[in-house]
């Protein structure tokens, strides 16, 4: 079966950091582009970051310059680095991946159950 998982959310001060992973399991042989969105209380969820299984990044208006996405493709994982974080990056943090193939099927569009990142002093 396979499953995405996040890990790294939590509690972090104003100009903190954090790093966020998400690491797909299961006999997987390939994963499409991979992102992070994150939705607020209230709020719609948006795009935090993108990157294709080729490395080419996109980014959140509100997060360029701050935030970096990464991933490692032989580990089936994607990275959010997170730096001068802000009391509005709080939210649910969820990764997507848009195409998992394994040696005997295809998944789209798949999401992780999210991690909290709360960012208070």
């Known amino acids: 079966q396979v499953q995405l998982v996040e890990s790294g959310g939590g509690l972090v001060q104003p100009g903190g950091s954090l790093r966020l992973s998400c690491v797909a399991s299961?006999?997987?042989?390939?994963?499409?582009?991979m992102g992070w969105y994150r939705q607020a209380p209230g709020k719609q969820r948006e795009l935090v970051a993108a990157?294709?299984?080729?490395?080419?990044?996109n980014y959140g208006d509100s997060v360029k310059g701050r935030f970096t996405i990464s991933r490692d493709n032989a580990k089936n994982t994607v990275y959010l680095q997170m730096n001068s974080l802000k009391s509005e990056d709080t939210a649910v943090y969820s990764c997507?991946?848009?195409?998992?193939?394994?040696?005997?099927?295809?998944?789209?569009?798949?999401w992780g159950q999210g991690t909290q990142v709360t960012v208070s002093s």
């Open positions: 997507n991946a848009d195409r998992i193939a394994t040696s005997t099927y295809v998944l789209y569009n798949r």
């Open positions: 299961g006999s997987i042989f390939s994963i499409g582009s």
């Open positions: 990157i294709t299984r080729g490395g080419i990044t």
